[in-house]
């Protein structure tokens, strides 16, 4: 089992920057991939990022083109800590962000692949 924690949403202004963190805990070892996911209002929830470990130390990093040039995902080698880096934020990014982990190979930009959810933090974007 692992367990997910994020925190660091809030409101900001258009051209803004936040940084979301996702702690995780439990059988982290066992994660193969954690990303973010969001879900704005009368929208399904989408694919942001994510990182996958193929060795202990060597990952690969994979963004939704809506956020590429804008957010950077990155991790602690333990796979404990998960951050997501937002600057030129947009009021298009205003959603509730959800960290996700999954423990198995599969298409990492597919929630159904993920096993394990934190609570979401929201991210408010003024213009």
């Known amino acids: 089992q692992v367990h997910l924690v994020g925190s660091g949403g809030g409101l900001v202004q258009a051209g803004g920057s936040l940084r979301l963190s996702c702690a995780a805990s439990g059988r982290t070892s066992s994660i193969y991939a954690m990303g973010w996911f969001r879900q704005a209002p009368g929208k399904e929830r989408e694919f942001v990022a994510t990182?996958?470990?193929?060795?202990?130390?060597?990952?690969?990093?994979y963004y939704d083109e809506s956020v590429e040039g804008r957010f950077t995902i990155s991790a602690d080698n333990a796979r404990e800590t998960v951050y997501l880096q937002m600057n030129s934020l947009k009021p298009e990014d205003t959603a509730i962000y959800y960290c996700a982990a999954c423990d198995q190979v599969g298409l990492v930009t597919n929630p159904a692949v993920y096993g394990y959810w934190g609570q979401g933090t929201q991210v408010t974007v003024s213009s």
């Open positions: 990182l996958t470990w193929s060795t202990w130390n060597d990952h690969s990093t």
